[in-house]
């Protein structure tokens, strides 16, 4: 049995997980240039869900604790990968940062679609280590300005 402070330690790691669902939700939805009616609909038609404009806002928000059925037929329509979206839930890493900006988002989308995965792999670590030069070298050259 739990105590009170495991509870609500619980309660508290719950909702955060279920309001970063709807954060997801809401951006890859957005992302895809998809309207919440559109995407209500079309979860009904294609998943036989019970769900409206309402109920997914409430979802978007964190506002409903979302059920198993649900959790897996928006990943699936929204084209998520769940392993992902789960370990993004409890453990964030830099995806999620890039997924915040639409402009990001689209670019790197269009980025896999033009070269494909294995080019578009490529070219993103030929650019953080681009990155990671262009950092070195301002770095010295900032070093060098300081010195009398």
């Known amino acids: 049995m739990y105590t ?4 609500g330690a ?10 970063r669902f709807g954060q997801d939700v809401k951006l890859y939805r957005e992302n895809r240039g998809l309207r919440m009616t559109d995407a209500a609909e079309d979860l009904r038609k294609r998943y036989g869900l019970k769900i ?3 109920y997914l806002s409430r979802i978007e928000s964190g ?12 990943a699936d329509y929204l084209q998520l ?3 992902a979206l789960v370990a993004s839930m409890v453990a964030p890493s830099g995806i999620e940062y890039l997924a915040q900006d639409p402009y990001v988002f689209r670019t790197l989308v269009k980025l896999r679609e033009d070269l494909g995965e294995r080019d578009a792999l ?5 650019f953080l280590e681009w990155l990671s030069d262009y950092e070195d070298r301002r770095k010295k050259s900032d070093q060098g ?3 009398p």
């Open 4 to 7: 009170g402070s495991v509870a």
């Open 10 to 19: 619980y309660d508290k790691h719950l909702g955060e997980l279920i309001s």
């Open 52 to 54: 409206d404009q309402s």
């Open 63 to 74: 506002q409903v604790d979302i059920k198993l059925k649900h959790f897996l037929a928006i």
């Open 81 to 83: 990968d769940v392993s």
């Open 122 to 126: 490529l070219s993103l670590r030929r």
């Open 145 to 147: 300005k300081k010195r």
